[in-house]
């Protein structure tokens, strides 16, 4: 149970009333329209919208039965929800979208994600920025972590990209016995010789990695990869504990498969951006306030949550073919019906005329 109540609820909108609307609705979504599709008024909706106030901590006692707390990886990242027409709603600003490839208007979602050492994964936290709270990406990301770990993960390590791996976060990450998977820029610098700094992307680099010394920060191994066309850096780092046999570092033993495994753990956290956009409606809403706006995303997120259950639960395939399939009795019965009585307009087979 999410939320406690002191007295019996008379509320005809719920939280998996309006979720399964968000899954459900394949135009806009408003409150007008959950209200007439389920036979209530639509100050049902907004009152519902304006009156909860789920919390990231809600999402985490709703996922943390559904995963193993203990040994996976935490990812996280930030996506724009694209609201390039509004005008007054809470959080809207503008921010740079990896998406777009530039500086667009929207609300920018930070969000931790889990993959658990069965390949389950869900989002555990989130934050929503706001400019009101003088706070950088960075702070939030901070702010969740200790807050995940507080509540009782235990992941092993940590991935993120470029825009997370300033020397605070990774030392941060570092101090909690915690490995890590980061993309870097460029331009940082490494040194593979005392007293020399290099830029990564002037480095030869093995498929297997190269062990260098990060700039304020210490021995890490670094990768390049190249996908559409893109040069990437990545570094990664694993708790100090040395080998008793040989007294080698454990970055010896990550090569490409390792590298690539928790490559492949963080693009869980895209593919997550993708579905809340595309199946679960997140960016498409008509409330303004801070409060309504707050609990549209949370459902969303909480929506996005269930649909992975299901999926664990083997119940359905993937999101994307659920949503699919979701009319297809309509529209077949419609096909149906539209084309009776129209075999006239049928083309007619007509015999080769011999010349």
Excluded at 12 to 31: A, D, Q
Excluded at 52 to 78: A, C, Q
Excluded at 298 to 323: E, P, S, T, W
Aim: proline share 3%; net charge positive; hydrophobic share 35%.
């Amino acid at each position: 149970m999410i939320r406690n109540i002191t007295r019996p609820s008379t509320a005809r909108c719920t939280l998996p009333m309006y979720t399964g609307f968000l899954l459900s609705e394949p135009n806009g979504v408003s409150c007008s329209r959950l209200g007439e599709l389920m036979a209530i008024s639509h100050d049902s909706v907004n009152r519902f919208l304006n009156r909860e106030s789920y919390s990231p901590r809600d999402l985490f006692n709703e996922v943390k039965s559904k995963i193993n707390m203990k040994g996976g990886t935490l990812s996280v990242d930030d996506s724009v929800l694209d609201k390039p027409y509004t005008q007054y709603i809470a959080y809207v600003g503008y921010y740079w979208s990896g998406k777009h490839h530039a500086v667009v208007k929207g609300i920018n979602l930070i969000t931790l994600y889990y993959t658990d050492p069965h390949g389950q994964h869900q989002p555990i936290n989130f934050r929503i920025y706001d400019k009101t709270e003088n706070k950088t990406k960075n702070d939030y990301f901070l702010d969740m972590l200790t807050e995940v770990l507080t509540w009782g993960l235990e992941p092993v390590s940590a991935t993120g990209d470029s825009w997370y791996s300033c020397v605070k976060n990774l030392k941060t990450i570092k101090n909690h016995q915690l490995g890590f998977l980061f993309a870097l820029e460029s331009n940082r610098l490494v040194s593979i010789k005392e007293g020399t700094w290099t830029q990564v992307q002037k480095l030869d680099i093995a498929d297997d990695g190269l062990e260098v010394w990060l700039r304020d920060f210490g021995q890490v191994k670094l990768f390049r990869t190249h996908l559409k066309d893109q040069v990437r850096h990545y570094v990664v780092y694993l708790p100090d504990k040395n080998d008793a046999a040989n007294n080698e570092s454990n970055l010896s033993l990550i090569g490409k498969l390792e590298f690539e495994k928790l490559h492949d753990q963080h693009w869980q956290i895209e593919q997550y951006h993708r579905a809340i956009k595309q199946v679960c409606n997140i960016e498409s809403f008509q409330v303004r306030g801070e409060v309504a706006v707050k609990n549209h995303i949370f459902a969303a997120i909480f929506g996005y949550v269930k649909l992975q259950h299901m999926r664990a639960m083997d119940i359905i395939g993937n999101c994307y073919k659920l949503r699919r399939d979701l009319f297809n009795e309509v529209i077949t019965s419609f096909v149906k019906s539209f084309a009776l009585g129209m075999d006239h307009m049928n083309s007619k087979f007509k015999a080769v005329v011999n010349a």
